[in-house]
């Protein structure tokens, strides 16, 4: 899709519901006809991921009634709530696993450093810590 220099661009969110993508702009309302406060948002459907961007843009220029090419939707997808607590817990597992294999990898510096300012060669740090010659050299850079 060709954005025009005039685009407009929209903030919309997509959730799982059953076994579709539901799509919400809520920039885009009506008045309800019953009238009131409530107001009706202008909401589409999409089979799969990859078709979420494209109904967005679609629903976004129907409603508007303007080229797609004048659209831009930024689409935020919003998992199933088990899902999203899981993928929250990972993210921090991975988190604190990044840290201590970092924190390990200093260690290991930290030990060759001392074995060989102590004057142990690089291959005898290898044999000792039973690692590779090209490990140690590795943390010794």
């Not at 407009?8 to 076994?19: C, Q, S």
């Not at 939707?73 to 199933?80: A, G």
């Amino acid at each position: 899709m060709t954005i025009t220099s005039n685009t407009r661009t929209l903030e919309a969110r997509a959730y799982r519901d059953g076994k579709w993508w539901t799509i919400e702009i809520p920039e885009l309302s009506s008045p309800s006809p019953r009238g009131g406060d409530t107001r009706i948002i202008a909401m589409g459907q999409a089979r799969t991921v990859k078709d979420i961007q494209p109904a967005a843009v679609d629903l976004a220029a129907a409603w508007l009634d303007v080229p797609e090419n004048s659209i831009d939707v930024n689409v935020t997808i919003e998992l199933p709530e088990p899902a999203a607590e899981l993928l929250i817990e990972a993210k921090k597992n991975e988190e604190t696993a990044r840290a201590a294999v970092s924190e390990a990898a200093r260690q290991w510096r930290e030990v060759v450093h001392a074995l060989t300012a102590d004057g142990l060669s690089q291959a005898d740090a290898a044999r000792v810590l039973n690692v590779s010659p090209q490990r140690i050299s590795q943390l010794t850079r």
